[in-house]
């Protein structure tokens, strides 16, 4: 397999949180609240391109706490503009 190849390939939830060192909920919660990687959504499955996950990572860099202090959220899950999780439940209708 190529480097071009790899990079585009397509990682499921739980091997996205592994390759980024996150639990897989709070990869999840992200995906809902915003400030996660950019995902495919194929109906109830979701994925990752490795590449995206690099990209997200990248954006994260910092040289020293001071910089992160001013430039990052405070947590993974914090963002400048969270909107409400509107995902429909196993077992419930949109009424």
Not at 62 to 86: F, G
Request: net charge positive; proline share 4%.
């Amino acid at each position: 397999m190529s480097q071009i190849d790899d990079e585009e390939a397509i990682l499921d939830a739980r091997a996205a949180a592994r390759f980024l060192g996150l639990a897989v909920a709070t990869l999840a919660k992200m995906r809902c609240i915003g400030g996660s990687p950019v995902f495919i959504k194929a109906g109830r499955k979701v994925g990752y391109r490795r590449s995206d996950l690099r990209i997200w990572q990248n954006a994260r860099r910092v040289n020293n706490t001071t910089e992160a202090a001013h430039s990052l959220p405070r947590r993974l899950t914090d963002s400048l503009d969270p909107l409400p999780c509107t995902g429909a439940r196993r077992g419930t209708h949109a009424r």
